[in-house]
């Protein structure tokens, strides 16, 4: 189901195999930052679920700030919470079983917090 709903909503930026848009670091002549990779090349794994949940939801122009820029859309009332799981769960699916292991221990620190 998470990689149907990528296909659909996420892939057409993000990219078909999570590799997201070349030079994803650098910010283009307007200002924004190309779609990063979410597969093991990428940072995705370095944030944990929550934070990945509300990025989703939310949008990154929404909680980077006043005039962050970006150009990754909140799906709220596009995605309902069980499709932002679902997409989250596709996406770590796809990752090496070291970065599982990795992503599993930063949620568990991050509800230690």
């Given at each position: 189901r998470g990689g149907k709903i990528y296909k659909a909503s996420c892939a057409v930026c993000h990219g078909p195999n999570l590799e997201g848009q070349p030079n994803w670091r650098e910010r283009n002549a307007e200002g924004y930052l190309p779609a990063p990779p979410h597969?093991?090349?990428?940072?995705?794994?370095?944030?944990?679920?929550?934070?990945?949940?509300?990025?989703?939801?939310?949008?990154?122009a929404n909680l980077g700030g006043p005039?962050?820029?970006?150009?990754?859309?909140?799906?709220?009332?596009?995605?309902?919470?069980?499709?932002?799981?679902?997409?989250?769960?596709?996406?770590?699916?796809?990752?090496?079983?070291?970065?599982?292991?990795r992503h599993d221990n930063l949620n568990k620190s991050a509800q230690r917090r």
């Open positions: 597969d093991e090349t990428g940072h995705t794994w370095h944030h944990a679920d929550p934070l990945l949940f509300e990025l989703t939801k939310a949008g990154l005039g962050y820029k970006s150009r990754m859309p909140a799906y709220d009332g596009v995605l309902n919470d069980e499709e932002i799981i679902a997409v989250l769960s596709f996406i770590k699916s796809r990752w090496p079983e070291e970065l599982r292991k």
